[in-house]
């Protein structure tokens, strides 16, 4: 099987990025799908990881939260292929195109606490204490892009 990345350009291409959201966060983590899609999605850019059959297995979003900031959110993979490095190559697709497109020279995340590790090993360093979102334990991180 092979995987490939895109930005979503179409209401289909989001719907899929929304059913991946939905199978990650609401179904296998018990989050309130009622919150799920929020007041940012709509300016966010989304990206897709969809495998041959053009299915929906990965999907991230980025907003500009400040100037020279922009966050990464609602980024899942689902469970049947998590583990294969699509994570991270999605990881490195949204830093590459925040690099050739933008001005912003840093990327900060909300990462949920067990799932701080990965981000580190794509960079990103804690800021901050620990805090809980919808329940769950979170830390902000940040990661300084390299721009050479």
Known sequence: MTYSIRI???PEDV???HRVRSAV???EQGYDSAIEIDEI??????WLVVDDNDQGVGTARLYKYSDT???VGRVAVLLSTRGSGLGRVLMET???YVIESTNLDTLALSSQVPRKGFYEKCGYVA?????LDE??????MNKKLDRQ
């Open 41 to 46: 999605d709509k300016d966010c850019l989304h």
């Open 69 to 71: 900031v922009g966050k």
């Open 8 to 10: 979503a350009s179409t």
């Open 135 to 140: 329940g769950q334990p979170h830390v902000f």
């Open 15 to 17: 719907a899929k990025c």
């Open 127 to 131: 800021t901050g204490d620990i805090y």
């Open 25 to 27: 966060f609401t179904e």
């Open 94 to 96: 949204i830093e590459q």
